[in-house]
């Protein structure tokens, strides 16, 4: 199975601060790594595709970036309505997911 | 619009059986490949099992292999997930989600369906 390793497990930022999050895959899994944001008592949802696509309707301070075993979520103006778990998601093989990280307000 | 709804938790004794369903609308169901995913009461996010668009391959996680069936009726629009000999730590809200073709990326999701394995 193909580990993913996510950081920080969570994080405290300011309204306007840049937020990043890393995923590490204990493999190579060239871009196959897609990223969702799970709001308490609701089902995830998808936010990046194949590292770096944004999903259609979502906005674009969300980014994503990396290739091979290391990659990077980016936030980069944090909203109060970002508040979640952001989750990686990799498909190189049968799927696996990051422990998550919990972002909140400073 | 397009929409998946989860039906079929409850409580249940260890060792017994649950059906899950998965009802798919509004897109075309036996064109996609169809997961469950799961998450533990204040845990993350764990993939269950997956099944093809016509339903020739299943693969299931190390944890629920030879206990868990992945199917579907695509005549009803319906995923499933079969579990038997449930253990207490099988306990968690359960997700249906849509693969995107080519990508595997999760773009639609249910609802959730709480499964309680409790004595």
């Known amino acids: 199975d193909i580990q993913m390793t996510q950081s920080p497990s969570s994080l405290s930022a300011s309204v306007g601060d840049r937020v990043t999050i890393t995923c590490q895959a204990s493999?190579?899994?060239?871009?196959?790594l897609n990223w969702y944001q799970q709001k308490p008592g609701k089902a995830p949802k998808l936010l990046i595709y194949?590292?770096?696509n944004l999903e259609m309707g979502v906005p674009s301070r969300f980014s994503g970036s990396g290739s091979g075993t290391d990659f990077t979520f980016t936030i980069s103006s944090l909203q109060p309505e970002d508040i979640a778990t952001y989750y990686c998601?990799?498909?190189?093989?049968?799927?696996?997911f990051g422990g998550g990280t919990k972002v909140e307000i400073k | 619009q397009v929409q998946l709804v989860e039906s079929g938790g409850g409580v249940v004794q260890p060792g017994r059986s649950l059906r899950l369903s998965c009802a798919a609308s509004?897109?075309?169901?036996?064109?996609?490949?169809m997961h469950w995913v799961r998450q533990a009461p204040g845990k993350g996010l764990e993939w269950v099992a997956v099944?093809?668009?016509?339903?020739?391959?299943?693969y299931y996680a190390g944890s629920v292999k030879g206990r868990f069936t992945i199917s579907r009726d695509s005549s009803k629009n319906t995923l499933y997930l079969q579990m038997s000999s449930l253990r207490a730590e099988d306990t968690a809200v359960y997700y249906c989600?849509?693969?995107?073709?080519?990508?595997?990326?999760?773009?639609?999701w249910g609802q959730g369906t709480m499964v309680t394995v409790s004595s």
């Open positions: 998601q990799q498909y190189d093989n049968l799927p696996t």
């Open positions: 509004e897109f075309t169901f036996s064109g996609y490949a």
């Open positions: 989600a849509r693969a995107r073709t080519g990508t595997d990326a999760f773009d639609i």
């Open positions: 194949d590292a770096s």
């Open positions: 493999h190579d899994i060239s871009n196959y």
């Open positions: 099944i093809s668009y016509d339903g020739s391959n299943k």
